[in-house]
């Protein structure tokens, strides 16, 4: 039914086709084995989130798309390893960069950096990967339409450690 200022809809089944395009993205990766012992690996990702459509046979979604370009932009992510062999042993570093999807919001980003060391046998490897993440970001309780909200600005941190068991056969 229509009021004056709504729109509602039901579905007995609560479903709804629609599709998504997803946003354009260009990679392009570099690397490098040195000796047959090392390896460099750099990829550069550059991603048009403004590019990304909902699309339905029966709705338009020309507000929605609008909205999408209007509140997205151009972002990269730049990600970059390298491992070195020796023996039953592999030791590698590694770190990332992930800008922002937001016009409004350039600054923010995720930074991540990486070190590990696998073990290897015959049948059996075990791998010990550290992993810290920062990211920097605003956070809305809410944001509604003429009404000021004010962002936290927040930088956090956070340590993995994990390990992984594996079984060659």
């Known amino acids: 039914y229509f009021?004056?200022?709504?729109?509602?809809?039901?579905?007995?089944e609560n479903k709804y086709n629609y599709y998504m395009i997803t946003p354009a993205r260009y990679i392009g990766s570099l690397g490098f084995i040195i000796a047959r012992q090392a390896v460099i690996s750099l990829d550069a990702e550059f991603v048009n989130y403004a590019s990304a459509k909902l699309k339905s046979s029966d709705y338009s979604f020309i507000t929605e798309n609008n909205n999408i370009a209007n509140e997205y932009t151009w972002g990269y992510n730049l990600r970059g390893?390298?491992?070195?062999n020796y023996a039953n042993l592999a030791f590698r570093a590694g770190a990332a960069y992930y800008s922002s999807p937001y016009k409004d919001y350039?600054?923010?980003?995720?930074?991540?950096?990486?070190?590990?060391?696998?073990?290897?046998?015959?049948y059996l490897y075990v791998d010990f990967n550290y992993s810290l993440i920062n990211k920097k970001y605003s956070y809305y309780l809410y944001k509604l339409e003429n009404i000021p909200a004010d962002a936290i600005n927040a930088n956090q941190s956070a340590n993995y450690f994990t390990t992984t068991i594996g079984v060659r056969f």
């Open 3 to 12: 009021d004056t200022a709504n729109f509602v809809a039901t579905s007995p």
């Open 81 to 84: 390893v390298v491992e070195y």
């Open 106 to 122: 350039k600054d923010r980003y995720t930074v991540s950096y990486n070190a590990g060391v696998r073990i290897r046998g015959e």
